[in-house]
């Protein structure tokens, strides 16, 4: 590289960000959270490769989306194979059922995952490069009460996490059976409106009609405001498989609308297409989306395994969020010399195994001092060890919060910081 070119600013990729330490705590309880809620429904943990290869994506998200024309992450590596950063979870998910057999253990198979895509969307307020998402899929089971139990599992977590106004959005988008004579009446009817379509969904009016759904531009949907509606166009399997879907809803109390032309940026889904919106999230309303893709296992070479689940933004997720931070607490050690730096190093050490979060600084600090900086980041407690502590055996233990100071071994003041701690 040139000496001459100037020198840039070292900063984050666009569209990408850091989450600091504050940030991250509310990341980390809304992650639990989620877990949580995700094991009590029986759901399990698998976690996939962050790059896969361009292929699966072409193949399983489709290669007329959106994300695979033109949001994808892709590069060549140093064996010329060519790599993409996943944009989305669920072809990562059958790549790794057929290649481990996962279908040959008791059925349906429930996951989990929770972790960062990456997609080239225009970075905005609610849209990010790299941004995460809570991944949720359940493999080998047909019964709409499925369809039914994520979106009351996702609601369960909105309402854990404090997330208002939520509605809702349900369709079926049919099936192999249905669909063409859907696609056919569409195409019919985009054709006939053409002009009236930005230069990408004409485009789309010839190859796939139904994207024209995904589009954002006013006039492409007003347009689409007037096509076909695709629940008209449903076998009976389909019809009935979203009726008893909407029978469970109802069953659940859940709030939701139909909403025939939703039908989701992806080309595999199948039957059932639902998204959360809540309207405290503004243009990008979106918090969750999914569906049901059962064919995706097949198509990939795989065995007949059914499939259904969704993906929730995590940074949307917490933009509408609320969260209450728990309260750190910790122990300061304010100790004089070396001799006391060894014992609070020792009394630390033993502490943490009890459970206690200790803070050892190693700046060499006056009692005063010790205590400034205790306060300033915001200690609980303060451990005095000083000379005379250190003959006595016995330490001063000051509660930051009421001021009350008690005198005890080691021992003693672990199991009050302990009690302490249980009571809050
Ligand atoms: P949108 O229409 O807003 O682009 P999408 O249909 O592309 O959403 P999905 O593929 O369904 O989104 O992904 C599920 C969820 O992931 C979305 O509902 C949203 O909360 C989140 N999401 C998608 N793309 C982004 C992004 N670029 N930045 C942040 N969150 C995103
Ligand atoms: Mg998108």
């Known amino acids: 590289m040139s000496q001459e070119q100037p020198k840039k600013e070292l900063s984050a990729i666009k569209g990408t ?14 992650e639990a959270q989620a877990k949580e809620i995700f094991t009590l429904y029986g759901y399990r943990e698998l976690r996939a490769p962050i790059i ?42 059958v790549r790794a059922i057929i290649e481990h057999r996962l279908d040959l253990q008791p059925l349906p198979l429930r996951f989990y995952y929770i972790g960062p895509m990456f997609r080239y969307d225009k970075p905005q307020k609610g849209r990010y490069r790299q941004f995460h998402q809570i991944d949720i899929e359940v493999f080998g089971e047909k019964d709409p009460a499925v369809d039914a139990e994520i979106v009351e599992m996702a609601h369960r977590l909105l309402k854990k996490l404090g997330v208002e106004n939520v509605l809702t959005l349900v369709n079926s988008v049919g099936c192999k059976k249905c669909r063409p004579a859907y696609g056919e009446a569409l195409r019919k009817a985009a054709q006939a ?30 347009a689409a405001s007037t096509f076909p509606k695709i629940t008209d166009y449903l076998c009976p399997d389909c019809r009935q498989h979203f009726q008893k879907f909407l029978e469970y809803l109802d069953f659940y109390g859940i709030n939701y609308q139909v909403e025939p032309t939703l039908v989701r940026g992806l080309d595999y889904y199948t039957k059932t ?38 993906a929730m933004g995590v940074e949307r997720l917490l933009s509408v969020a609320r969260i209450e931070k728990p309260r750190d607490s910790f122990v300061y050690f304010a100790y004089m010399g070396e001799e006391g730096k060894k014992q609070s190093l020792a009394t630390a050490r ?25 306060n300033k980041i915001g200690a609980d407690w303060v451990l005095i060890i000083g000379q005379d502590e250190l003959s006595k055996g016995k330490f001063q233990l000051k509660n930051m919060l009421d001021s009350k100071q008690y005198e005890g071994t080691s021992e003693e003041l672990a199991e009050l910081i302990l009690k302490q701690g249980q009571k809050t």
């Open 193 to 222: 409106v053409k002009e009236k379509l930005c230069p990408d969904c004409q485009r789309k009016a010839d190859i796939n009609p139904l994207r024209i759904f995904d589009c954002k531009v006013e006039t492409c949907r007003e």
């Open 350 to 374: 033993l502490w943490r195994s009890k459970g206690i979060e200790c803070l050892v600084e190693f700046k060499d600090r006056g009692l005063k001092a010790h205590f400034s900086r205790a």
């Open 273 to 310: 297409a639902f998204e959360i919106v809540t309207e405290n999230l503004g243009a990008q309303n979106a918090v969750c989306g999914g569906g049901r893709y059962d064919d995706m296992v097949r198509e990939f070479g795989g065995p007949d395994l059914c499939g259904i689940g969704f």
């Open 17 to 30: 960000r850091d989450i600091l330490p504050e940030e991250a705590r509310i990341w980390q309880i809304a």
């Open 52 to 93: 896969e290869p361009t292929e699966l994506f072409e193949k399983g998200t489709g290669a007329s989306s959106d994300i695979v024309t033109k949001e994808m992450y892709t590069f060549t590596d140093k064996g010329g194979r060519s790599i993409t950063l996943r944009p989305e979870y669920t072809p990562s998910v």
